[in-house]
C-alpha cells in the first residue's frame, strides 16, 4: 500500500482544509472532563478585572494535562528548536507517525490519535519521498499533511479548529515551521510579539486539551546554554510548557542531542543517532536532569484502593476518608488535595478524578484507566 494520499478525494480535501471557517465549540471533541473547567482564557469585559480566590481555586477541579508520548510529551504547546538542516523535519515525522499509529517511539509509549502536520516548508511529493524512505509502504489513516496555510490571526486559528472538529480523536498538531504562520511586521521578533504568537497558540492547544509542537530556528549567535540559542526572544518561551532544542556538537556528524525542559514534565536530555539508510532517528543513551519528586502516599493509598476487579469507586468524601483510613484529614482538605493532584492522579497512576452531585450529597468518582505511568 503506497503512502501517497488522494489529494483529489473531496471528502478528505474537505477534512483537511484548512482555509475554511471554524466549527462550533459544541463540536468540539469529546472530553471526560468536558463538565470541569480548563486552564484557557476565556472571553470578558476588558474593563472587568476577574479574580478568584484562593479558596476558589483550590476548590476548582481543573482539566488534568494528559499524555501524548508518556515522560516525553503531553497536552499544550512545546517548542522545538534546532538549526536549518539538522534533521528537525525527520524527526516531526517520527513523533507524528508513531503517534498517529500508537508505536512506541524508541522506549517510550505513545497514545494513538490523529495527527496534523503542518509541512510549511515541504511539498507533497517530497513529503511521500521522505516518508516511504522511513516507513515503507505501511501508511496510516490518522496521519494528515498540508503544505500551505493562511498566518494565524488571518484564518489558521480557525481553519484548525474545524480539523479539530471534525476529528474527534486528535492528539496533535505540528507546525513546521513557526516563521510561517506569524505575522509580518516591523516588531515581529519583539517580546511582546513572540509572546502573542505563542500565547495564541497555547490557548488553542489548552481549549481542545491537545498538544500543538512548533518547530523553530536557532540564533545564529551561539551560547552555553542551549535554550539561549532559541531565535527571538524570551517571550516564546515563557509562554509555551515546554522546549526541545536539538543540536550537534559536530554539524556532519550523524549524531545529535535533543534537551528537554518544561515546566510539568520532567527535563531529560536524549542522544540519538540517525540511520542514513532508513532515514529515522533513534535513542542511544537517555540522561534525567532532575530527580523524581516524592511520591504522594494520599495518592498511593487511592491507586492501592482500586484494582482489575474492582477499577471504580464512587461515594462520598467521609466515604473515601474512611475507605483509605484518613484519620488526620477533614472532608475539604482531601476534595481539595485532590484537585490539586489531578494531574499526578491521571499521568503517574492511570486514575480519573471527577465529582457529580445528586439531590443530597457531592460524589467522588475515581476510576483506574491505564497502566501507571512511572
Known amino acids: 500500500m503506497k503512502l501517497e494520499r488522494n489529494v ?22 469529546p472530553n471526560m472532563y468536558k463538565n470541569i473547567i480548563t486552564n484557557s482564557s476565556q ?35 512545546y517548542l522545538f528548536v534546532g538549526s536549518p538542516k539538522i534533521g528537525k523535519s525527520f524527526m516531526m515525522a517520527q513523533i507524528g507517525y508513531h503517534v498517529s499509529k500508537g508505536l512506541p517511539l524508541w522506549n517510550f509509549k505513545t497514545h494513538q490519535g490523529t495527527v496534523l502536520y503542518l509541512a510549511l516548508e515541504d511539498d507533497l511529493f517530497r513529503i511521500q519521498q521522505r516518508l516511504s524512505k522511513m516507513f515503507g509502504e505501511e501508511g496510516s489513516d490518522n496521519f494528515y499533511f498540508t503544505t500551505n496555510s493562511e498566518k494565524l490571526n488571518d484564518g489558521l486559528e480557525q481553519g484548525l479548529s ?9 492528539k496533535l498538531i505540528i507546525i513546521d515551521t513557526l516563521q510561517k504562520i506569524r505575522e509580518k511586521g516591523n516588531d515581529m521578533y519583539s517580546y511582546a510579539n513572540d509572546n502573542d504568537v505563542a500565547s495564541s497558540i497555547k ?8 498538544c500543538i509542537l512548533i518547530v523553530h530556528h536557532t540564533r545564529k549567535s551561539k551560547s552555553d ?12 518561551l515563557g509562554a509555551v510548557d515546554g522546549a526541545f532544542i536539538m543540536y550537534k556538537k559536530h554539524r556532519n ?12 514534565i520532567k527535563s531529560q536530555r536524549f542522544y540519538i543517532s540517525f540511520d542514513e539508510e532508513n532515514c529515522v532517528w533513534s535513542l542511544d543513551n537517555l540522561e534525567k536532569i532532575q530527580n523524581s519528586p516524592r511520591e504522594n502516599p494520599l495518592l498511593k493509598k487511592i491507586c492501592s484502593l482500586l484494582t482489575i476487579e474492582n477499577p471504580r469507586w464512587q461515594g462520598t468524601a467521609t466515604e473515601l476518608i474512611n475507605a483509605l483510613d484518613l ?14 493532584s489531578v494531574d499526578e492522579l491521571l499521568n503517574k497512576y492511570g486514575i480519573s478524578y471527577k ?13 483506574k484507566l491505564q497502566e501507571t505511568v512511572l
Not at 471528502?11 to 471533541?29: H, P, R, V
Not at 490557548?203 to 491537545?210: C, H, Q, S
Not at 549524531?255 to 515546566?263: H, N, Q, S, T, V
Open 162 to 170: 474545524k480539523f479539530i472538529n471534525e476529528h474527534k480523536d486528535i
Open 8 to 29: 483529489n478525494n473531496s471528502e478528505k480535501k474537505k477534512a483537511t482544509d484548512l482555509n475554511s471557517s471554524a466549527g462550533t465549540d459544541e463540536n468540539q471533541s
Open 225 to 236: 546554554d542551549p535554550f539561549e540559542n532559541i531565535s527571538g526572544t524570551n517571550g516564546l
Open 253 to 264: 556528524e550523524n549524531k545529535a542531542i535533543i534537551d528537554l525542559e518544561g515546566r510539568d
Open 327 to 340: 484519620s488526620d484529614i477533614n472532608t475539604s482538605v482531601l476534595a481539595r488535595k485532590l484537585n490539586i
Open 203 to 210: 490557548r488553542l492547544a489548552e481549549k481542545y486539551n491537545i
Open 43 to 77: 472571553t470578558i469585559n476588558k474593563n472587568i478585572l476577574k479574580t478568584s480566590s484562593l479558596n476558589e481555586i483550590f476548590d476548582t477541579t481543573f482539566q488534568p494535562k494528559t499524555q501524548i508520548i508518556d515522560g516525553m510529551l503531553q497536552t499544550g504547546a
Open 355 to 367: 465529582q457529580k452531585r445528586n439531590h443530597t450529597e457531592k460524589l467522588i468518582i475515581l476510576e
